[in-house]
């Protein structure tokens, strides 16, 4: 997958996303990856949202196992896990 790319020079990130998230990349088996390239400091705002990924579905994003903010920005190589909201009890 590749986010429109102005100038070039792009970043590779890997991104997973769980539970109902799924949806919004068919194809990509349970628990894989998919590479994205992007441009260097995009958010995660941002990738999510060339993703298709709304982000009122996407309660919280960890980036290389550390939990981030939507306007975090990304680098090369970054390992993005994105979480819808969590209901039980």
Known sequence: MAIEQRGGRVIEVNVRVYAGLRRH???VPLGQSVKVRLQPEATIAELL???G??????KTCFVNGIQRE??????EGDDLAAFPPVAGG
């Open 49 to 51: 949202e060339e993703l």
């Open 70 to 75: 939507f306007g975090y920005r990304l680098g």
């Open 25 to 27: 990349l068919p194809g």
């Open 53 to 58: 990924i709304p982000r009122a579905e996407t």
